[in-house]
């Protein structure tokens, strides 16, 4: 039962343009969302998060939108550069204890 | 380096064998999660620990799996009998949570720990 859903199992953008990852969830209880990014052979590095009674988070490159009513979000990176270049995650929780329920990732490349 | 830490980072074993990882939270940390992930998937959960308590296991987490908090600071999770479907990269990560107005907080992950069985 996969909850959460990227769609878009890769993206490359050339550096200095914007980046945009998508991401649909259906479990209308999540209440939490993030991003995380991952290198090969590394753990999931937090980027940033949104919780539900917001629809905008900004975070110096990184924006996260949220659309509650259509149940989705997505990660804007702005502008991108070589070292974005990575996989993303899009994660969702929701109660009180933080399990997080993650998506397939984007892996995303950035060209110079 | 105040980060989450895992143990081993790679392990090699044969079918049948037992296998036990360790993960080193964030010291102030009270929540502790285990996740595994194969190629081309997200993280996918497997088992939480607040404090010392486990308090819920994913139906993934066979009889041959568990994982122990003692004293609510590491953790370790052991495979016993492994086969070769366990091969994964196994994720810990820990969060503060479960105070007034951040219920919920980022989780940070370790590094992991690639187990690959032959």
Known sequence: DQQ????SPSLSVQEGRISILNCDYTNSMFDYFL?????PAEGPTFLISISSI???NEDGRFTVFLNKSAKHLSLHIVPSQPGDSAVYFCAASGGSWGKLQFGAGTQVVVTP | DTGVSQNPRHKITKRGQNVT???DPISEH???YWYRQTLGQGPEFLTYFQNEAQLEKSRLLSDRFSAERPKGSF???EIQRTEQGDSAMYLCASSLGGFRGRENTEAFFGQGTRLTVV
């Not at chain 1, 991003?35 to 290198?39: L, V």
């Open chain 1, 4 to 7: 959460v859903k990227q769609n």
């Open chain 1, 35 to 39: 991003w995380y990014k991952k290198y």
């Open chain 1, 54 to 56: 917001k629809d905008k």
């Open chain 2, 21 to 23: 990882f360790r993960c």
């Open chain 2, 30 to 32: 009270n929540r502790l």
């Open chain 2, 75 to 77: 953790s370790t999770l």
